[in-house]
Antibody, heavy 118, light 108 residues
Framework: EVQLVESGGGLVQPGRSLRLSCTASGFTFVNYAMSWHRQAPGKGLEWVGFIRSEAYGETTEYAASVKGRFTISRDDSKAIAYLQMNSLKTEDTAVYYC?????????WGQGTLVTVSS | EIVLTQSPATLSLSPGERATLSCVASQSVSSSYVAWYQQKPGLAPRLLIFDASNRATGIPDRFSGSGSGTDFTLTISRLEPEDFAVYFCQYYGTSPLTFGGGTKVEIK
């Protein structure tokens, strides 16, 4: 059974950093791209970015709203994808989801809430 | 960037009725790269349709997707009580991937 579990969310002050983790199981992690999305309270979904698999050079793509501040990485030996978030803004407050793949998304984690507030 | 506009924002219907949800892209896109999701409060989205018209595994056949070019539609042939939720379309042909703003299907 495919499982994705996000962790690392919490309350953080504007301008600070936070790293989210997505721990995967039930599939061969090294073979898949991994994506991150977010959903602000009461709002719609926003794609954050993805990291391709090792076979595609582990290259990354990002939404314009986070480019230069957020970095996605992966540790294939641990089956974990990371979202490093720097220079956080109040508008980054959202539930953050990880998903398997880089196109349409069958498998989602349960999400982790990030609240950026002073 | 492909902008997806969903309408209506809210659809008020009764169980057993037909629901027709619209997703319009800002420019013509390949229908191979449009998906639809259902989301219920407090839960992650659930993939319903991919490649515009293919049902995901385990999705009932009352859900169907269609469309091409700029206009895409999700149809729920007969609403069941569990279908009242928010629905999002998504384009994944190029980066950035984008989602529509959502349509809430509520009980009338």
């Amino acid at each position: 059974e495919v499982q994705l579990v996000e962790s690392g969310g919490g309350l953080v002050q504007p301008g600070r950093s936070l790293r989210l983790s997505c721990t995967a199981s039930g599939f061969t992690f090294v073979n898949y791209a991994m994506s991150w999305h977010r959903q602000a309270p009461g709002k719609g979904l926003e794609w954050v970015g993805f990291i391709r698999s090792e076979a595609y050079g582990e290259t990354t793509e990002y939404a314009a709203s986070v480019k230069g501040r957020f970095t996605i990485s992966r540790d294939d030996s641990k089956a974990i994808a990371y979202l490093q978030m720097n220079s956080l803004k109040t508008e980054d407050t959202a539930v953050y989801y990880c998903t398997r793949g880089g196109s349409h998304f069958t498998y989602w984690g349960q999400g982790t809430l990030v609240t950026v507030s002073s | 960037e492909i902008v997806l506009t969903q309408s209506p924002a809210t659809l008020s219907l009764s169980p057993g009725e037909r629901a027709t949800l619209s997703c319009v892209a800002s420019q013509s896109v390949s229908s191979s790269y449009v998906a639809w999701y259902q989301q219920k409060p407090g839960l992650a989205p659930r993939l319903l349709i991919f490649d515009a018209s293919n049902r995901a595994t385990g999705i009932p056949d009352r859900f169907s997707g269609s469309g091409s070019g700029t206009d895409f539609t999700l149809t729920i042939s007969r609403l069941e009580p569990e279908d009242f939720a928010v629905y999002f379309c998504q384009y994944y042909g190029t980066s950035p991937l984008t989602f529509g703003g959502g349509t809430k299907v509520e009980i009338k």
